[in-house]
């Protein structure tokens, strides 16, 4: 294997889960939050069996970046291929991990180029069972939104676990390459309030609740990489942080074009919860520097 993962068994049977992270190689507290579940989780506490890889594509984590030492981003390269580069490589390694797997979690920060809200989300799968039990483990994670998109989307962990109809979700958790210790403690407890809600663990302490709750299946929606993007090389300057409520128009930062050194304020093009922001300054054109969704507020009982 291309990747390390260890199974911790149960010693009653039950349902098999997998947890992965690193899958990009620059968001560091998802792997912590990994190796800590593999040293916590005790195998008399576990009804079945959870499968721990906290770092999938590891030449990305050993240059600290997203993307591989091929230049691929594991997240667009999945089924991948047995004998091709190491990204697709570890891609289809992934792939035959799922296929040992009844459920799947997948661990994210924003990288050192995102702050990202603290969010819980999946694919909105046109199996209603699957689609419930993916509401189901988003909202027992326990995060500020819980956010369900576009399912037609292909590369990506969850592509394959709709796929298989393996319920799945993803999590985000802040970002920008500065150590957050609250992230990794969030993605520790978030993954064992997941056990719990799958009949896995018992927990003791009182579970949090998400506040905030969206699903747009429309093309596009949920994706982090191709919202707002920069019309130029140069220097953004944010004004807004994750979770801030906007209304079309608002400026969010400004950007400082390399090739004239002027200042141009960006507005948001719709209004909503601010889900991911660009936080480090260099941006270069097409990269993006906001995404902005509507999610509803919900109510208590
Ligand atoms: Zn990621």
């Not at 994750?242 to 969010?252: A, K």
């Not at 400004?254 to 889900?275: E, F, K, M, N, Y």
């Not at 480090?280 to 969704?293: C, D, N």
Request: charged share 20%; net charge negative; proline share 6%.
């Amino acid at each position: 294997m291309l990747f390390e993962s260890c199974k911790i068994v149960g010693h009653v049977d039950g349902p098999r889960l997998l947890v992965t992270a690193g899958v990009h190689g620059d968001e560091w507290e998802a792997m912590i939050a990994v190796r800590r579940l593999a040293e916590t989780l005790r195998p008399e506490e576990i009804r079945g069996r959870v499968t721990l890889a906290p770092i999938l594509n590891v030449s990305a984590y050993r240059a600290s970046r997203r993307v591989g030492e091929d230049g691929l981003d594991l997240a667009r390269t999945i089924p991948g291929v047995r004998d091709g580069s190491p990204t697709q490589q570890v891609a289809f390694q992934f792939t035959k991990l799922l296929d040992d797997a009844d459920y799947y979690v997948d661990l994210h920060t924003g990288g050192v180029r995102l702050s990202i809200w603290p969010l819980a989300g999946y694919l909105i799968h046109s199996d209603h069972a699957v689609l419930e039990t993916q509401r189901l483990m988003a909202r027992a994670f326990g995060l500020n939104a819980v956010w369900g998109t576009d399912p037609t989307v292909e590369g990506r962990t969850l592509s394959a676990a709709r796929d298989r109809s393996v319920p799945a979700i993803y999590v985000e958790y802040l970002g920008s390459g500065i150590f957050c210790p609250i992230a990794v403690q969030a993605l520790v407890t978030g993954c064992k309030q997941v056990m719990a809600a799958l009949g896995m663990v018992r927990l003791n302490e009182s579970c949090s609740k998400p506040r905030f709750f969206a699903e747009d299946a429309r093309p596009g929606a949920g994706h982090l990489q191709a919202s707002h993007p920069a019309p130029v090389d140069g220097l953004f300057e944010t004004i807004v942080a994750p979770g801030d409520l906007v209304e079309s128009g608002d400026v969010i930062g400004h950007l400082t074009a390399d090739a004239c050194g002027a200042r141009q304020p960006i507005s948001a093009d719709r209004g909503g919860r601010v889900v991911a922001i660009r936080t480090l300054p260099r941006i270069q054109a097409g990269e993006a520097m906001a995404v902005i969704a509507p999610f509803e507020e919900i109510q208590d009982g």
